[in-house]
Structure formats: structure tokens, C-alpha cells
């Protein structure tokens, strides 16, 4: 099993693609061994399930914040949990709160990051934004970059810690 | 005299938004109204002039939980006003598709909403730092169910595998013997999570309510059966209307519903109370060796039920699974033609009954959709009303968490409902 792992997480309406496109880039560009790549349709808790078994991973992810759309966001794990409402848990949970959760049971991976653009629409049937298609590019740039430092990790001297 | 207001304004661990609103004057409750504040839906008004293709795919829209139910009533009524008949397969895959949506959604109320509320938690982030390895557990079996819907559903979010006739696809033997593993490697956990929530110490209450569930000749009810009630109640979806009737109350936007001009109960604890002799062996065993007694007239049993549940659901999906040839087609043809049908099959929430009317093209002329959470509404403030009186003495914190746990035994899912939570508790 790969150690680290990319998922992608989106619905098909508007700029909410997001980041099963830019899963799909990057699925291209690594052996599955080296880094595993999902794309995967609103996964409330379950991506708890989703996060085990990989030490790195990095989720990709369409933001809404309120910023100009295309706006690029990296929050780590203490960001997301930071942004959870535990209160608001209900059939409809989302990343922050099912991280946050995750962060609880003591399951989080040893290190996770979001990567992420600010959305203009989600519109049902309607294609990513030209904003959102013209940010893709260094979302995907920036993905590579944390994919090397954890490549480099994983293959860098000294030793590991595996459970 | 003491004036006591308690003010629930938005419930939380709970699906959509609505509000408690409770006065208590002395010792008299002199007001009480769970209102459903989340905007009337219009499902019914949006599905008309549709074709009956796309009946599923809108009525999976209407609860984002719950979906498969909604998909099923619906093609259910469509096939009867077609004269379309399944074959047992399709009919074997639709059961397998709805033990999906039993686990999914009876693993997440379990674990997330209703545990926090027996073990002292406010949420159940805060729970699963005390309790991992049964929020984990939970959560497992959460994402089997999920991935049970998708097999057959294409997603597990707004799933669009349905259709009158069957399922555009009939999954590839691979990918069923693959869920048949999970599931049977999940087996001991859910034994586990059974005997969990049996443990769990629930206030001792009695609710005086007629049950109202399916009930099918020889298996534990999901997709087909009648309508039964422990009132003597024995009817077909047809006759729906013939005994319930569905009425507006001023303080809320989900219809109110009765029978016979009486609250009623839907949900596990009814559907287990009345399907007790059509539990698989393993799972009567089980509940057998638990030690509660059933039937059982408490909501406090609500999560012990779902449990239950989700046994029957593995056990069922197992057999399934087991038996799986994959059909030439995951459908059967159908010919549109005008008429008019009802159908109900058991949500994870209780019985969902839609009846539509299709002209000759099949396009949607009315559709009426009643969900178990409006259902129970009446219900709902029937033993808030009792368990307000059981809890006058604590004091208002007390009271007010008490009462969100009650409402939490219904698991209601108001954004199905609205056509629905906070509360308010005055005391004079």
C-alpha cells in the first residue's frame, strides 16, 4: 500500500468538480505504489474510513470562505479541526467536522493537508468557472510540491516509524 | 406562581432546523410546539409534468440520508400503474440496496447523534475521545452501508442506479464478491454493536402510541408488505388515506399526520415491535441474548432497535450477496400508461408512502408524498408533553437536554419533513 494518498472530494455540480479534476491530473503523473489517488462523491463520515491506513495524505477540495473565487487555500489538520462545528453534527457532515472527528478517535494520518480553491458556483449541470479552471493549474502545482516533500520523506535517510 | 420558559432555538444533532418551544406555569405545561422552521420543500409540485424516468432521480433529492426509500416508494407506485412486474432478482437487488441505506443511516444516528446524549457528551467529537473504538466501529459499518448504496445506487450521495424496472446496472460478480467479504468480516462487529448499545443505561418510559409498520408474509419488512398497526390496523398502501390523515399545524412547515384521529408511532422501535417473528435466527438470538424485553413501548429503545437493524441488514445483504448471478440486464422493460397507485416501503425513519398519478406518456400529473418524520410529529409532541411532566424537577439545562434527547429518539429528519428543530422552555 502506498503510503501516501491523494483524495479528491467533490460533487458534479459547477466548481464543486474541483477536486476530482484535480485528482485525476495528478493520477496521471505518479505511480499507484507511490501515491494513491481517489476521487470520491461527498463522503460525510465516511471519510474517516477514506483517511486510514495512509500516512500523508492530501485533500483536494473546492472552498467556499467568502474570498475572490480561485483563491488558493492550504489548511493542515489543526486548521480543519479548528474549523469543525461539533454542534452543527448531523446527517450532513463535512470535511472539517469528519477530520475533527478523525482527530478524536486518534486516527488521523501523521500528516494531512488540504488543499483547496474558492468556489463561484456549484450549480447543478453547470461546468468549473473559468476562475476555477484558471486556478486548477497551480493547485495542481501545489499539490506536487507537498507530494515531493513527502516523497522525499519517505525515501530521505534515517529512520521511519511504521505501526 | 413561577413562570418557566424553555427555549430550544435550533436543535442540533438533528436533520434540518427546527425549534422546542415549552411554558410551564407551576406545574402545568400551558404550551408546547416542536416547530419545523426549514422552508416547505415543494417536491410534490416540482415532480409534476416530469416523465416517470426521472420520478427516482428528483425524489432522491428530497433527503440526502434517506434517499434509497424515497426511489423505492416511488418506483414501487410507478411499476404497479404500469402493470410492470420484477423479476425476483431485481427484487433481491432492491432489498440488498435498502439494507445499504439501513446501515448507512442507522450506523451514523447510533454513533453521532443519539450516543452522545446516554453518555453525558455534547457531541459526539467530544465522545469519540472517551469511546473510540465504538465511534470507529460505528464508522466502519457506516462506510459499508455507504458503499452498499453506491454499488447499486452509481453514488452514495443522490444515487441514480434506480429506475422503474430495476437498475440501469446490474454490478459485476468482482465487485459483489468484494462486498460480500466486508460484510462478512463485519459480522463480529456488529454483534458487538448490538450488545453496546443494549448495555446502555436509557431512561425507563412508557409511551402509550399506537405502532404503525409494514408487515410482509415471511421477511423482516423493507420494500414490500402491508400496512400494520398493534391497534388492529391491517391495510394495503392503497388505503392509505382511507385512515390517515395528514393536517397543517399553525407553528410548523412539516404536515402533521394522524390515524384514526390519534397520534401514531413509526420508526425501528414500532417496525421491531411489530416484526419481532420475522427476524433472521442469528439476530433473534442475539436479541434474545441481550436480555431487554421486546416489544418495547420506550423511544429510549430507538438506538438498540437500529442496531438490530443494521443486523438484519448485514444478514439479509449477506444472503443476498451470496446468491448473486448478475442478470443479463438490471431491468426489466417497462410501458408507460395512465393510472393511478400508492405505494410504502420501510425508511430507515418508518414508512414512506407516495401515490402518484401519470397520464398516458407516464409524465407526472400528482404526486403525494407523506415521510415518517412528519408522521411521527404528532407523536414527537405527544412525549415531549409526557416528558416534560416526568422531568419537571430538574432544572431548566436538565430539562432542556432531556428533551433534545427525547426528540433525538425519532431520529427526525426534518428537511425530509418540510413541507420542519430549537426549543423554549417558559415556566411561570
Not at chain 1, 496521471?28 to 465516511?46: F, N, Q
Request: glycine residues 8%; aromatic residues 8%.
Amino acid at each position: 500500500m502506498s503510503r501516501i494518498r491523494v483524495i479528491g472530494i467533490g460533487a458534479p455540480w459547477g466548481d464543486d468538480q474541483l477536486g476530482w479534476r484535480a485528482a485525476e491530473a495528478l493520477r496521471m503523473r505518479y505511480a499507484p505504489h507511490r501515491v494513491e489517488v481517489l476521487t470520491i462523491d461527498r463522503p460525510g463520515p465516511a471519510l474517516i474510513e477514506y483517511l486510514s491506513g495512509a500516512e500523508y495524505v492530501l485533500l483536494l477540495d473546492a472552498v467556499w470562505s467568502g474570498g475572490p473565487a480561485g483563491q488558493l487555500h492550504c489548511l493542515d489538520a489543526a486548521a480543519l479541526v479548528a474549523l469543525a462545528r461539533p454542534q452543527a453534527l448531523s446527517h450532513a457532515l463535512g470535511v472539517a467536522e469528519a477530520v475533527a472527528l478523525a482527530a478524536s478517535l486518534g486516527t488521523l494520518p501523521r500528516e494531512l493537508y488540504l488543499l483547496g480553491v474558492e468556489l463561484e458556483q456549484a450549480t447543478a449541470g453547470a461546468p468549473l468557472s473559468a476562475a476555477v479552471t484558471a486556478a486548477l493549474p497551480t493547485l495542481v502545482e501545489a499539490a506536487q510540491t507537498k507530494i515531493a516533500e513527502w516523497l522525499k520523506d519517505i525515501s530521505g535517510p534515517g529512520p521511519e516509524t511504521i505501526h | 406562581m413561577t413562570t418557566r420558559r424553555i427555549e430550544v432555538p435550533v436543535l442540533t444533532r438533528v436533520e434540518g432546523e427546527g425549534a422546542l418551544h415549552v411554558r410551564i406555569e407551576g406545574r402545568a405545561i400551558t404550551d408546547l410546539r416542536l416547530r419545523i422552521f426549514e422552508p416547505p420543500r415543494f417536491f410534490e409540485k416540482f415532480l409534476e409534468g416530469r416523465t416517470w424516468k426521472e420520478v427516482p432521480d428528483v425524489t432522491a433529492r428530497i433527503c440526502g440520508i434517506c434517499p434509497v426509500a424515497y426511489q423505492m416508494s416511488a418506483v414501487h407506485a410507478i411499476e404497479k400503474i404500469f402493470g410492470a412486474a420484477i423479476t425476483p432478482e431485481i427484487r433481491d437487488l432492491r432489498r440488498l440496496y435498502y439494507c445499504g441505506e439501513w446501515i448507512e443511516s442507522h450506523a451514523l444516528h447510533i454513533h453521532l447523534l443519539a450516543a452522545p446524549d446516554f453518555f453525558g457528551y455534547p457531541d459526539a467529537i467530544a465522545m469519540a475521545r472517551e469511546y473510540p473504538t465504538e465511534v470507529k466501529r460505528g464508522m466502519h459499518l457506516q462506510a459499508i452501508g455507504n458503499d452498499l448504496v453506491k454499488l447499486l445506487g452509481g453514488r452514495p450521495v443522490n444515487p441514480v442506479g434506480a429506475r422503474p424496472g430495476g437498475f440501469y446496472r446490474a454490478p459485476e460478480k468482482g465487485e459483489v464478491d468484494a462486498m460480500l467479504k466486508r460484510c462478512r468480516d463485519a459480522l463480529p462487529a456488529v454483534a458487538g454493536m448490538v450488545r453496546w448499545t443494549a448495555g446502555v443505561k436509557v431512561p425507563e418510559v412508557i409511551r402509550e402510541v399506537p405502532w404503525v409498520a409494514m408487515r410482509h408474509p415471511d421477511e423482516y419488512p423493507m420494500n414490500e408488505g402491508r400496512i400494520v398497526s398493534d391497534t388492529g390496523l391491517d391495510i394495503d398502501a392503497e388505503d392509505f388515506e382511507k385512515h390517515f390523515t395528514e393536517f397543517q399545524a399553525p407553528h410548523s412547515t412539516a404536515l402533521h399526520a394522524h390515524l384514526d384521529g390519534q397520534p401514531y408511532w413509526v420508526g425501528p422501535v414500532p417496525r421491531l415491535n411489530l416484526n419481532l417473528d420475522r427476524l433472521p435466527p442469528e439476530t433473534e438470538k442475539l436479541l434474545r441474548e441481550t436480555g431487554v424485553a421486546w416489544p418495547s413501548p420506550n423511544p429510549y429503545h430507538g438506538m438498540l432497535a437500529r442496531a438490530i437493524e443494521v443486523h438484519v441488514a448485514f444478514i439479509e445483504a449477506i444472503r443476498i450477496l451470496e446468491r448473486y448471478r448478475r442478470p443479463a440486464k438490471g431491468y426489466v422493460e417497462v410501458t408507460p400508461r395512465a393510472g393511478t397507485a400508492a405505494a410504502v416501503t420501510e425508511a430507515p425513519r418508518g414508512i414512506l408512502w407516495h401515490r402518484y398519478t401519470l397520464d398516458e406518456r407516464g409524465d407526472v400529473v400528482h404526486a403525494h408524498i407523506v415521510p415518517p418524520t412528519s408522521q411521527n410529529q404528532a407523536a414527537m409532541e405527544a412525549d415531549l408533553y409526557q416528558s416534560v411532566q416526568e422531568a419537571l424537577d430538574l432544572d431548566d439545562a436538565a430539562l432542556t437536554t432531556r428533551l433534545e434527547a427525547a426528540i433525538r429518539n425519532y431520529d427526525p429528519c426534518i428537511s425530509c419533513a418540510t413541507h420542519f428543530l430549537k426549543l423554549t422552555v417558559e415556566r411561570t
